[in-house]
């Protein structure tokens, strides 16, 4: 019977690969990121080609506060993945559940930004061009957030039942991973519909 | 090097010794535990099985268009028809065959290449699958939904590339375009998550002692083809959401009434379209790479090379689109640089050509089926490359675009080069799927005819394109001095559709009479060939470890092994 030399034999502690959560969730991002790429290129390529009104500057108001809940509820879950690799439950529960609230906040003034574009500046996604890539746009981002949501609360439902542990700190971070990209294409969609876009 | 250190459970013990058992059954469990399965083995077998399913209708489909066109002012079938049958033949050979049997073959192959026990995701595998089978059933039900059977039902007739304005609402009424854009939308989820998990085995699942340069060539290849799907077919989804979001609410994203832009759609599309290429022909060389070595007798040259020059056609592949879009109009800087890009392409593929050339040099090579298979594919492939080049250079591009020489250059790559490694790689690894091994004599027979049916086919087809032939045609003058060259290379697809026939009938016969192939037929040298034929639903008894990048060899010359040169 031959053996095979090895010189890996003696460390063999050592071999380590990266988590399949971690590198399937950065390949998930890899291509959502891809996807929006191309509606923020549609939406920037078809700025001011309007036949008609209304137009971007006449109906669209920055959304500073609703956009400061977003982007700080990205603070607010790493405090919670912090908490759970520490084995802090109630901390995590705490900052869990204020990220959600963050989130829901955020998704409360894209609602009241579309009731009033609907029903006072009468844009929807079919009166004009502007419509329609805003709101494929926005409501892509907002779908988004809607997804993290439901993950989330599906997560805190599991931490107050007490069927969340500090070995699933791991699957947290994953989640948290996908939230952090929410936060981040945030930035971008802001940037290109309130700043450039106006 | 820290030699002499025995490793009791080695690769050696990854070797399965338990006599191979066949599972009894009602045929009713059989099909349940097909349907249920998450194993990858299984789900690459549905892969393959789909695929070529789907292979056999669109070959039908391009041999109704070749009769077609076989003379002027023929009526085999109506116009209406013929435009259903190229966007159906386009549509079905990327999305239903090429994806999933690259997929199929990637699933089956990378788990057992790396010594893992399954895909890193095995219930995402499944769902995987069965939406890519959905968006297959969506997309033929088209035929039969809508207006029922009679004529040709509601089939999409927009071409495969479904330029915009053409698929709006106002120039494509009905549902034919829907079921094309809703079927392509499943069939990318189900792309997108089987590259999230390829990358995800290959990066976390590989056993101990393979690092990635120790890693298969094939793995690398599929890592990198998989980096693709997710920057490319990523677009095609967000397109299909915005033409769906143009057609369903009343959007204006291609609506060029409305200030809309139907070139963008041909960016977006190409954006995809291109890349798409090199998704395909990646695991047709990854194939290339495993068989050429094998069956030379020597270990591939260039190892590092291979690895750069793929992952470096990958990243260039991302910025080549609009050499299809040359006759859109650019601006001058615009077609300098895809001119430019393109051509860049065919340095790392060159490299690539030059290896597989430097691997069989000298080597003691074996014409066996596959290659054979791998033969032709490296003369067809440095011929498609050439014509692409050639097709790169803007100028050029305005006199031929959209002519039948466009149609004979990718048929050159896809046939002549991705089915053609398609083949080798479906006669190399059958035995290790079934356990039998495929008839020698009648792959002969399937090379040949394929090979004289491909060449007289696609080798004539570049003339009628350089005289002035356009591609989507329903039907044509007498006076034009087609007529031959259109009836040879009707002959020629005809021959190919024999072949192909030829290979079904191998593919049946050998299953239930086929040679025993036992776990290692071709004296190979990757983990695969440690298993048994087929092998066990839990792949390797114990966790081989590996200390090289041809483990098996080093387990059948322990007088010189691999590792000992690392």
């Known amino acids: ?198 | 090097m820290d030699s002499g250190m025995p490793i009791p459970q080695g690769i050696e013990g990854a070797i399965d010794r338990t006599p191979a058992q066949s599972a009894r059954g009602t045929y009713l469990e059989a099909i349940h535990s097909w349907i249920v399965t998450v194993d990858h083995k299984k789900l690459g077998i549905l892969y393959i099985a789909y695929a070529l399913v789907f292979l056999l209708v669109a070959g039908a489909e391009a041999l109704m268009i070749r009769i077609q066109l076989i003379r002027p002012h023929n009526d085999f079938v109506s116009p209406f028809t013929f435009n259903r049958l190229f966007t159906m033949h386009g549509t079905t050979m990327v999305f239903l065959v090429g994806m999933p049997i690259l997929f199929g073959f990637g699933n089956y192959l990378v788990p057992l290449m790396i010594g893992a026990r399954d895909m890193a995701f095995p219930r995402l595998n499944a769902f995987s699958f069965w939406i890519s089978a959905f968006a297959g059933l969506l997309l033929y039900y088209s035929f039969i939904g809508g207006v029922g059977l009679s004529g040709t039902g509601s089939a999409p007739d927009v071409a495969w590339f479904a330029y915009a304005p053409l698929t709006e609402k106002a120039f494509s009424p009905g549902h034919s375009t829907d079921y094309w854009a809703v079927a392509i939308l499943a069939s990318g989820i189900g792309s997108i998550g089987t590259a999230i998990n390829i990358l995800a085995t290959v990066f976390c699942m590989r056993c101990k002692g393979m690092t990635l340069f120790r890693m298969p060539l094939l793995p690398w290849l599929y890592a990198t083809t998989s980096f693709i799907v997710l920057v490319a077919v990523s677009p095609l989804t967000a397109c299909q959401a915005m033409l769906l979001i143009d057609r369903y609410l009343g959007g204006h994203f291609f609506d060029t009434q409305a200030g809309g832009s139907a070139i963008l759609w041909a960016h977006f599309f190409w954006i995809f379209g291109h890349p798409e290429v090199y998704v395909l022909v990646l695991p047709a060389f990854a194939f290339a790479n495993e068989i050429i070595p094998v069956f030379s007798r020597k270990a591939i040259f260039g190892y590092p090379a291979m690895v750069a020059a793929s992952v470096g056609i990958g990243f260039i592949s991302l910025g080549v689109w609009a050499h299809h879009m040359f006759t859109i109009g650019m601006t001058s800087f615009g077609n300098a640089f895809f001119t430019l890009s393109t051509m860049l392409v065919s340095i790392p593929t060159g490299i690539k050509t030059f290896n597989w050339l430097a691997t069989i040099w000298g080597g003691r090579i074996r014409f066996t089926t596959p290659m054979l298979f791998c033969i032709a594919f490296l003369f067809q492939w440095v011929i498609a490359g050439l014509t692409g080049i050639m097709l790169s250079v803007s100028a050029w591009n305005w006199q031929l675009h959209n002519s039948y020489f466009v149609v004979a250059h990718f048929h050159y790559v896809l046939i002549g080069a991705i089915v053609f490694m398609i083949f080798a790689a479906i006669y190399y690894w059958y035995p290790k799927i079934t356990g039998r091994m495929l008839d020698d004599k009648l792959g002969k027979w399937h090379f040949w005819l394929m090979l004289i049916g491909f060449h007289v086919c696609f080798d004539t087809m570049h003339i009628p394109g350089l005289m002035g032939m356009p591609r989507q045609i329903y039907t044509y003058e007498a006076d034009r001095g087609w007529n031959t060259l259109n009836a040879i290379v009707s002959v020629g697809g005809f021959i190919q559709g024999i072949a192909v026939l030829v290979l079904v009938y191998n593919m049946v016969h050998s299953f239930f009479r086929g040679e025993e192939a036992g776990p290692d037929p071709w004296d190979a040298w990757t983990l695969e060939w440690a298993t048994a034929s087929p092998p066990p639903p839990y792949n390797f008894a114990t966790d081989p470890v590996v200390a090289s990048r041809r483990p098996l060899w080093d387990l059948k010359h322990p007088e010189d092994p691999d590792s000992a040169f690392e």
């Open chain 1, 1 to 198: 019977m031959a053996t095979i030399p090895l010189e890996h034999a003696h460390n063999e502690a050592e071999w380590r690969l990266p988590t399949r959560g971690v590198v399937a969730m950065t390949s998930l991002i890899i291509a959502e990121s891809t996807i929006f790429t191309i509606f923020v290129t549609a939406y920037l390529y078809n700025l001011g080609r309007d036949t008609h009104g209304p137009t971007p500057k006449e109906v669209l108001d920055i959304p500073w506060f609703y956009s400061i809940c977003l982007i700080s509820s990205s603070l607010f879950i790493w405090l919670a993945e912090h908490a759970i690799e520490h084995a802090k439950m109630a901390a995590f529960r705490l900052w869990w559940s204020v990220t959600i609230l963050l989130g829901l906040i955020f998704l409360y003034g894209t609602a009241i930004e579309w009731h009033k574009l609907i029903f006072e500046d009468h844009l929807t996604i079919s009166t004009n061009l502007f419509g329609t890539c805003y709101y494929s746009l926005v409501g892509l981002h907002a779908s988004h957030v809607v997804v993290g949501l439901i993950m989330m609360l599906v997560t805190v439902a599991f931490a107050f039942t007490r069927h969340l542990h500090p070995e699933h700190a791991y699957r947290v971070k994953v989640l948290a991973l996908y939230w952090h990209f929410v936060d981040a294409v945030w930035i971008v969609v802001f940037t290109v519909v309130y700043v450039v876009g106006r």
